[in-house]
């Protein structure tokens, strides 16, 4: 059965281009054209993949994926035509997976889409029953669920993913670029931003003090790694 990917944007000519080469790649195509209208498809279709413009009628695509957050862990790249740091920030911080800012090349946006889909599915094969407890943190790959003295941690999948794959390497330094490669997927593009913001979210989740981390620790012009003593 071919993926779902659901393409949410108010501009018909790109909704156009991509919807032909997402058919062309082999997906089955779902459009949307404001905000309402692509949260009601993201609940009545369950796609596997969501392309989510920012700049939207009746619904901004910020609301849209903080109220996706909230029920599902669907990958979302959001698609942008804004330039400043701040909105690409603000829809990681709302549990976007990733941006692309437009215009961009469709070569590059069908590899971003067949990363994250292809992520999902290897993270959800490799759900066992493996159980982990680091500290006061218990990781649970088979329900997905991230635990601190017992209390469930609220965390996305990408979250997951980062945390898993570190605490897998404890003591294990590795890079932004490595991070991207092994967490998201993309072997030649991305944008490191994406691992810093990705990081610190985790970290408001997990850390008592997320100031002075005890799990998630950076070692400072080369990466990111979990710590050996917690």
């Not at 195509?29 to 009628?57: Q, R, W, Y």
Request: one cysteine or more; proline letters at 3%; glycine letters at 6%.
């Amino acid at each position: 059965m071919s993926k779902k990917v659901l393409v949410v944007d108010d501009e018909k000519n790109i909704v156009d281009i991509v919807v032909f080469n997402l058919k062309k790649e082999g997906y089955e195509a779902l459009t949307a054209f404001d905000g309402e209208e692509g949260l009601k498809k993201v609940l009545d279709e369950d796609p596997d993949l969501i392309l989510l413009d920012i700049m939207m009628p009746k619904m901004d695509g910020f609301e849209v994926c903080k109220k996706i957050r909230e029920k599902k862990d669907t990958p979302i790249i959001m698609l942008t035509a804004r330039a400043e740091e701040v909105d690409k920030v603000l829809g990681l911080e709302l549990g976007a997976d990733d941006y692309v800012t437009k215009p961009f090349g469709v070569r590059e946006l069908m590899a971003r889409v067949k990363a994250n889909i292809r992520r999902k599915d290897q993270s959800d094969e490799a759900s066992t029953g493996t159980t982990a407890i680091y500290g006061d943190i218990l990781i649970d790959s088979k329900r997905y669920e991230v635990k601190r003295n017992g209390e469930f941690i609220n965390l996305t999948r990408r979250e997951f993913d980062l945390i898993k794959f570190l605490a897998n390497q404890q003591g294990q330094v590795f890079s932004r670029e490595i991070l991207l490669e092994k967490v998201w997927g993309y072997e030649y593009f991305g944008d490191v931003r994406t691992v810093d913001v990705t990081v610190r979210r985790l970290r408001s989740k997990i850390e008592e003090n997320p100031e002075y981390p005890k799990y998630i620790l950076t070692k400072r012009g080369v990466g990111y790694f979990f710590s050996e003593e917690s």
